[in-house]
């Protein structure tokens, strides 16, 4: 999996992650998986709903877990 995303729960980090942090990670892995750095003219409009929805996704996850030892604010 792609190096560049970064742990966004914590302990790794000690806040809650924050939308860019969320977004760039759903760039980070629509990037990996489609194999485009940038998106050509046809193709942004489906790359940019699948980095809105992974963000998404995102949230959702970070939102539901539980962190054993930490408390939920």
């Known amino acids: 999996m792609c ?8 302990p790794a980090i ?3 992650a924050s939308e ?18 940038a998106p050509a003219a ?6 940019d709903r699948a980095v809105e929805k992974i963000a998404e ?3 959702e996850l970070l939102d539901g877990l539980e962190i054993r030892g930490a408390a939920r604010v």
């Open 3 to 10: 190096r560049s995303i970064k742990t966004l729960r914590p």
């Open 42 to 47: 046809h193709n942004q409009e489906v790359f």
């Open 14 to 16: 000690p806040e809650d």
């Open 20 to 37: 860019e942090e969320m977004r760039a990670a759903a760039l980070q892995y629509v990037r990996k998986v489609s194999g485009f750095r």
């Open 57 to 59: 996704a995102t949230r």
